[in-house]
């Protein structure tokens, strides 16, 4: 596999995982899995974050220590299932800057639709981390990602839950420079866009919307 696409084999990420494809988890369950997930996937996204130092005392001497510069890094929420990446990761970076991208995919054509884009500002000088749960077509990460070059950001990385073979191949293919940190690669799309086996709609089981 391209050393650019990581796929998080670590157990408990794949357990939560099975736990939320199964169609019986509750949107309660769902919702509390994506977030224990994501604390676990922003460890492996956030690797090789730069870091500064800072000058402390211990209780025996003073050191410099390395501490992230968090209002260097944006963290860009493709809405709306993103956002239950984005609550994880805040977690741990409470001090990320956030933008949003809105998109939806027109059903016909499958293709991105921009209806919403606020970002934080000088993303050239932030690394920047889009966030996704379901890289499908690729079509919608492509043009967020795209966005987020046009505004500037230089440094971007990938992150989502689960991915189809298809939307790997599209996002490599646009954006050769973006490594992509992902549970898992699923077999297959389906004639709906959808990911086999996949999970099924990502923000109708975060937010109960069936
Ligand atoms: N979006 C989803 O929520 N699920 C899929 O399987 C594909 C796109």
């Known amino acids: 596999m391209d050393e650019q696409v990581t796929v998080v084999d670590h157990p408990l990420v794949q357990h939560k995982l099975t736990l939320m494809r199964e169609k019986g988890t509750s949107t309660a369950s769902f919702r509390q899995l994506l977030r224990e997930i994501s ?3 922003a460890y492996e996204v956030t690797r090789g974050l730069d870091l500064t130092t800072k000058r402390i005392e211990t209780p025996l001497c003073e050191m410099d220590a390395p501490i ?8 860009i929420s493709i809405l709306r299932a993103g956002n239950g990446l984005l609550d994880g990761i805040l977690e741990l970076i409470p001090a990320a800057r956030v933008g ?11 293709q991105p639709v921009q209806y919403y884009c606020k970002v934080p500002a000088e ?4 690394t920047v981390i889009v966030v996704d749960p379901m890289l499908a077509t690729g079509n919608s990460s492509a043009a967020a990602v795209q ?6 950001a230089k440094n971007i990385r990938f992150l989502c839950l689960l991915a189809a073979p298809e939307g790997i191949a599209r996002m490599r293919e646009a954006h050769p420079d973006v490594p992509i940190v992902t549970a898992s690669i699923d077999e297959q799309l389906n004639d709906h866009g959808y990911i086999v086996p996949g999970l099924g709609d990502a ?4 937010f109960g919307t069936k």
């Not at 949003?100 to 499958?110: A, I, K, N, Q, S």
């Not at 993303?123 to 932030?126: G, N, P, S």
């Not at 966005?147 to 500037?152: N, R, S, V, Y």
Request: aromatic share 6%; hydrophobic share 40%.
């Open 147 to 152: 966005l987020m070059k046009d505004k500037g």
């Open 123 to 126: 993303l050239e000088d932030r």
């Open 39 to 41: 604390l676990l996937l």
């Open 203 to 206: 923000g109708d089981r975060m």
């Open 100 to 110: 949003f991208v809105g998109l939806y995919r027109d059903p016909e054509t499958l």
């Open 68 to 75: 992230l510069e968090g209002k260097k890094l944006a963290l």
